[in-house]
């Protein structure tokens, strides 16, 4: 596990004991630009929409990983 995802599950887990009950993923380019908005799922437009091969879930399923695991509601407001 990087470094980015341990500080960012800690981050999960706070907000859970805290008592907040979701996340709300929008803005989510810092510090990492290429994950969750639509430029970073499907980065070139001039493609089929309808071919899965033209999308790229990867580092977004990880970004949003811990978010799951550790119990929080995700509000997925995919943007631009």
Sequence with gaps: MNVFVKA???AFVFCIVAGFPG???H???WPHPDVVDLP???P???LD???PENYQF???DAYIKPIIENGATIL???GR
């Design 8 to 10: 960012l599950t800690l």
């Design 23 to 25: 996340v709300r993923l």
């Design 27 to 29: 803005d989510c380019n």
């Design 40 to 42: 970073a799922i499907f």
């Design 44 to 46: 070139l437009f001039h």
């Design 49 to 51: 929409p309808d071919d």
């Design 58 to 60: 990867a580092k977004t």
């Design 76 to 78: 997925y407001r995919m």
